[in-house]
């Protein structure tokens, strides 16, 4: 995985809290994606984003979802309110300029 | 738009068989394109890349994948599968927004 850690690996919230998901790629590794798998599916872009600008969010639900990449610590997947249908696993990727993409362990949100 | 289709949800070959899982794209210029890996609850592993040059590249675990832009496709292969080769297959394209297809389940008969 190039060392890109992804906390927690589980995560159980109940309906109407908030879900916040962090990634953290190696140095140097400025591109951070966000991706949503659901069973039997493939995964889903959800947000593009380099240090401190978000690239490309045409993945995000328009609500309740955001994302960051401060310029200093890891990239935050916020949701917020969440409902049963967020339960999915949530990975992210990094890069560095002008090479592939490595990707975390995941985040699993189940939704109680 | 950007696409993906891996056409076969899931694939079962005998152990030592050939293996091809297929891959067809559809992008607006010369594509980055990947093969990954994901093992069940775990991350995602790149097994090659195609970014220029050859169009036959080989990648790890003895996977090779041949970059044919006239067919627009990126079929994965390999000559002998194991049995610890089960595993879910992604192609993606892209450059700077990654797009992955459904995901190809392989299964492996003893």
């Known amino acids: 995985n190039a060392g890109v850690m992804q906390n927690p690996r589980h995560l159980v919230r109940r309906r109407g809290q908030e879900a916040r998901l962090r990634c953290s790629p190696m140095?140097?590794?400025?591109?951070v994606y966000w991706y949503r798998q659901l069973p039997e599916e493939g995964l889903k872009f959800m947000v593009y984003?380099?240090?401190?600008?978000?690239?490309?969010e045409s993945g995000m639900p328009k609500e309740r979802f955001s994302a960051e990449f401060p310029k200093e610590g890891p990239s935050i997947l916020r949701i917020q309110q969440v409902v049963r249908g967020d339960s999915a696993a949530y990975f992210c990727?990094?890069?560095?300029?002008?090479?592939?993409?490595?990707f975390g362990q995941g985040t699993r949100l189940t939704v109680v | 738009a950007q696409s993906v289709t891996q056409p076969d949800i899931h694939i079962t070959v005998s152990e030592g068989a050939s293996l091809e899982l297929r891959c067809n794209y559809s992008?607006?210029?010369?594509?980055?394109l990947f093969w990954y890996v994901q093992s069940p609850g775990q991350g995602l592993q790149l097994l090659l890349k195609?970014?220029?040059?050859?169009?036959l590249v080989q990648g790890i675990k003895g996977f090779e994948a041949e970059f044919k832009r006239s067919q627009s496709s990126f079929n994965l292969r390999k000559p002998s599968v194991h049995w610890s080769d089960a595993a879910e297959y992604f192609c993606?394209?892209?450059?700077?927004?990654?797009?992955f297809g459904k995901g190809t389940r392989l299964h492996i008969l003893p």
């Open positions: 140095k140097g590794h400025s591109h």
């Open positions: 990727a990094a890069r560095g300029l002008n090479t592939e993409a490595f």
């Open positions: 993606a394209v892209g450059d700077d927004k990654i797009i």
């Open positions: 984003l380099q240090k401190e600008n978000i690239i490309d």
């Open positions: 992008y607006g210029a010369t594509p980055y």
């Open positions: 195609y970014f220029s040059g050859d169009t």
